[in-house]
């Protein structure tokens, strides 16, 4: 079997030559590609993989080749990528999404074309690409410079975090196809996508793959790739076994006075009014239990402009609805995935 990385044909030998010196790299991201197809092709059953801590702390977690292969399999057939595409990778393969593309060049025989990660990878790019993966902070750069390429590609798939309301209304103009996918490491990636158009806020289950909810309408997860099921913290409206809306996470929920809140569900309705980067997040009250307090990324605190949107926001929510305060940080943090610790900042 031959591998197709940069427009250079491998049999194995010749790429586990090549991923040896990738390993040596003086580019970390080289390293890493490198390293991962030298673990792929060992003898070991399994591949060792990060997990971001948006949620917990980052552990390591053991991820067993065959279904890594059969996670590769339904994305191939989900999508309906044949062999021979043209697929991008510009994720670090130091996590999951980017192992799992080079995963799918090898085993599903797409041509894979390599470039450094950064916040607008397509700048770099001079290849026909048919599919491609991004993550949302990537999509709203690209979008900025580079819609007209982006709109060139046949699949794209965004996942790793929310996409912003107004970012994803900017994908219904191209003319190609647009996912959010759902997914995490302990699922090998995603095993659900949403179409981005209009009206569409319905998650569809990838082949093979079932879901029920627990007591608390957290998402579990049946697939035939993975031994056990997966118990999610995500609390979802459930349409059938294959389909689900994403209402938020458990941990985020806000019980304000006996009221729960769904800080993701509030917070796209916030972003019209919003510039800055920002979360709901919850704040110990001893009236309510938990008052919903907002959290803006800046440099300054700007007391006048907090109260006008304040009065903005009285407008179009309601008042259980409205933040109890606006606490101002000058800079999140973040994992290495770009998703903001939120677990950090409950008070």
């Known amino acids: 079997?031959?591998?197709?990385?940069?427009?250079h044909t491998?049999?194995?030998?010749?790429l586990l030559k090549q991923a040896q010196a990738w390993s040596s790299s003086s580019e970390s991201w080289m390293v890493d590609l490198?390293?991962?197809i030298l673990q792929w092709f060992n003898d070991g059953d399994s591949v060792i993989v990060g997990t971001s801590g948006s949620t917990g702390e980052p552990k390591q977690i053991a991820l067993r080749k065959?279904?890594?292969r059969k996670s590769a399999e339904m994305t191939a057939s989900y999508f309906q990528v044949k062999k021979a595409t043209n697929a991008l990778l510009c994720l670090p393969v130091k996590f999951i999404a980017g192992k799992m593309m080079v995963v799918r060049a090898l085993t599903q025989g797409w041509h894979l074309i390599v470039r450094q990660p950064s916040s607008n990878p397509l700048s770099h790019v001079h290849d026909p690409i048919e599919f491609a993966a991004f993550t949302p902070m990537q999509i709203e750069h690209i979008m900025q410079k580079n819609s007209s390429e982006l709109g060139k590609i046949d699949v794209v798939i965004i996942g790793g975090a929310a996409i912003p309301s107004e970012t994803e209304s900017a994908l219904y103009s191209l003319n190609n196809k647009c996912f959010a996918t759902y997914g995490m490491?302990?699922?090998?990636?995603h095993i659900a996508a949403r179409r981005i158009?209009?009206?569409?806020?319905?998650?569809?289950?990838?082949?093979?793959?079932?879901f029920e909810t627990d007591d608390e309408s957290c998402l579990l997860i049946h697939a035939p790739h993975i031994a056990s099921p997966v118990q999610t913290n995500d609390v979802v409206?459930?349409?059938?076994d294959k389909h689900f809306r994403f209402v938020g996470r458990r941990d985020n929920v806000i019980n304000s006075g006996g009221i729960k809140l769904a800080p993701e569900l509030l917070e796209k309705r916030l972003e019209p009014f919003l510039t800055a980067a920002f979360f709901l997040g919850k704040k110990k009250d001893a009236v309510l239990g938990e008052k919903m307090v907002l959290y803006i990324e800046s440099e300054q605190k700007e007391e006048s402009w907090t109260s006008s949107l304040l009065q903005q926001l009285k407008q179009h929510l309601a008042s259980y609805e409205i933040p109890r305060e606006v606490i101002f940080v000058k800079a999140f943090e973040r994992t290495a995935t770009h998703k903001i610790i939120r677990k950090n900042y409950d008070i």
């Open 1 to 7: 079997m031959n591998y197709y990385i940069n427009h």
């Open 10 to 14: 491998y049999d194995l030998p010749a």
């Open 34 to 36: 490198g390293e991962f």
């Open 66 to 68: 065959e279904s890594m």
């Open 185 to 189: 490491t302990e699922t090998i990636t």
């Open 197 to 210: 158009m209009p009206g569409n806020d319905v998650y569809d289950a990838l082949p093979d793959i079932s």
């Open 237 to 240: 409206e459930l349409i059938d």
